[in-house]
């Protein structure tokens, strides 16, 4: 089992510039989640996908921020126009979707925005 | 007031010590779970308990539901075990599946 695989591993952008992350979930896991990690507020949902349709947003900060599931084994998570506030380390993590199924984590992506 | 708390939130101790870290919630739950980052700075899944006591390895994880407190032991810690070790919580309201995160607790165990 490859786990959860994100890329890039690194971005580094100019403020202003799209950015696309991606993520490919383990095979056979019903649930998706993005996450956001800082030094301030620690992680955060972003938003999560359950059989591909987006169940809850709420934590998606501003309209500058969306993702897409088009299948089970791929998910989008894009920032346009990114601004400096964005640089933090995007996680993306899956789970079978059942119950206190467990987590399971990508390896992240750090975005640097200048 | 952070729904989940986590203390201390930097721990430095000397190989062989026995760590403990602590984790308070005020929301009600249907599990908790604790999570392993190491500098690199991958996440892992170490427990997820709803009651009781769970033992992996040198890793022990107790939890209280009626005092909304957890706990995470690590015997005869060692250098390996430096990392950033984090809290989460399942909440019974809004969606089990939406963790509710602590800010982590760094732990450095010294040779």
């Known amino acids: 089992d490859a786990g959860v695989i994100q890329s890039p591993r690194h971005e580094v952008t100019e403020m202003g510039q799209e950015v696309t992350l991606r993520c490919k979930p383990i095979s056979g896991h019903n649930s998706l989640f993005w996450y956001r990690q800082t030094m301030m507020r620690g992680l955060e949902l972003l938003i999560y996908?359950?059989?591909?349709?987006?169940?809850?947003d709420s934590g998606m900060p501003e309209d500058r921020f969306s993702a897409k599931m088009p299948n089970a084994s791929f998910s989008t998570l894009k920032i346009q126009p990114s601004e400096p506030r964005d640089s933090a380390v995007y996680f993306c993590?899956?789970?079978?979707?059942?119950?206190?199924?467990?987590?399971?984590f990508g390896n992240g992506t750090r975005l640097t925005v200048t | 007031k952070n729904e989940v708390e986590q203390s201390p939130q930097n721990l430095t101790a000397q190989e062989g010590e026995f760590i403990t870290i602590n984790c308070s919630y005020s929301?009600?739950?249907?599990?908790l779970h604790w999570l392993q980052q190491h500098p690199g700075g991958g996440i892992v899944s170490l427990f997820m308990?709803?009651?009781g006591k769970k033992k992996h390895g040198r890793l022990i994880a107790t939890i209280n539901i009626q005092e909304k407190h957890s706990s995470l032991h690590i015997t005869a810690s060692h250098p390996r075990d430096s990392a950033v070790y984090i809290c989460a919580v399942s909440p019974t309201q809004g969606g089990s599946e939406k963790l509710v995160f602590g800010k982590g607790t760094k732990l450095t165990v010294n040779p």
């Open positions: 996908f359950n059989n591909n349709v987006p169940i809850d």
């Open positions: 929301v009600g739950i249907s599990a």
């Open positions: 993590a899956s789970s079978l979707g059942t119950v206190n199924s467990p987590l399971h």
């Open positions: 308990l709803s009651s």
